[in-house]
C-alpha cells in the first residue's frame, strides 16, 4: 500500500485543518487531540495539526513539535475559515454541508466525521452519499484513525457542482417570477 502520495514531501509544511464551524463537538476535538490520530496523521506525512474547536468545552493539547512529532495548535472562531481550508493539505470537518461544499469546491481531500450526537442526522446521508461517490473520506469519531490509516488521497474523485439552472428555475416558477 503506497503512502497517500504525501511522504518523502521532507521540509514541506502539511496542515491538516479541522472545522466544527459554529457547533460544539468535543467527540471530534477529541479524537483529532488523541495520540492515535496524531501518529497516524504524522505517518501519512502530515506536520501541523490546526483544530479549529467552536463552541467546544474540550481543549486541545498545543504541542510544538520540536520532537519529531506533528505540530498542533487550536482556536476556537474565526470570521473567516477560507484561508484555513486554502492552506491544508488535508481538511476534516464537521458535516455541516456549507463546510463540505466549501472544501470540495476548492479541490481539498476532506474527511467528514459525523456527529451522531445530532438528533435529526440528515448530515451523515449526505456525506456517505458524497463518500459513496469517492468525493470524501467519512468517519465517526471513534473510526477516525482506521479512515486516516487507510486512506489513499489518490483515490478521491474530485467534485463537479451540478447544474443549479432548473432548481432555479423551479424556485423562481413557484414564486411567480419569470423563468425566462
Not at 489518490?154 to 425566462?180: C, M, Q, R, W
Request: aromatic share 8%.
Amino acid at each position: 500500500m503506497g503512502g497517500g502520495g504525501g511522504d518523502g514531501e521532507s521540509g514541506r509544511r502539511r496542515i491538516v485543518f479541522v472545522t466544527v464551524g459554529t457547533t460544539c463537538f468535543d467527540a471530534l476535538v477529541e479524537a483529532v487531540d488523541s495520540e492515535k490520530v496524531k501518529e497516524a496523521l504524522w505517518r501519512k506525512g502530515f506536520t501541523h495539526l490546526l483544530i479549529q474547536m467552536g463552541r467546544g468545552t474540550y481543549i486541545p493539547s498545543k504541542v510544538a513539535a520540536e520532537d519529531g512529532s506533528i505540530a498542533v495548535d487550536y482556536f476556537t472562531f474565526s470570521p473567516s475559515i477560507a484561508d484555513f481550508l486554502r492552506s491544508a493539505s488535508l481538511i476534516i470537518s464537521h458535516a455541516g454541508s456549507g463546510s463540505i461544499f466549501e472544501t470540495l469546491r476548492l479541490g481539498k481531500p476532506l474527511i467528514v466525521v459525523v456527529n451522531e450526537d445530532l438528533m435529526d442526522n440528515h448530515q451523515s446521508e449526505l456525506a456517505e452519499e458524497l463518500a459513496d461517490q469517492k468525493h470524501l473520506f467519512c468517519a465517526r469519531p471513534q473510526t477516525l484513525c482506521e479512515i486516516i490509516d487507510a486512506m489513499d488521497l489518490e483515490s478521491l474523485v474530485p467534485y463537479t457542482p451540478g447544474d443549479a439552472l432548473p432548481v432555479a428555475k423551479l424556485i423562481n416558477n413557484f414564486l411567480g417570477f419569470p423563468t425566462d
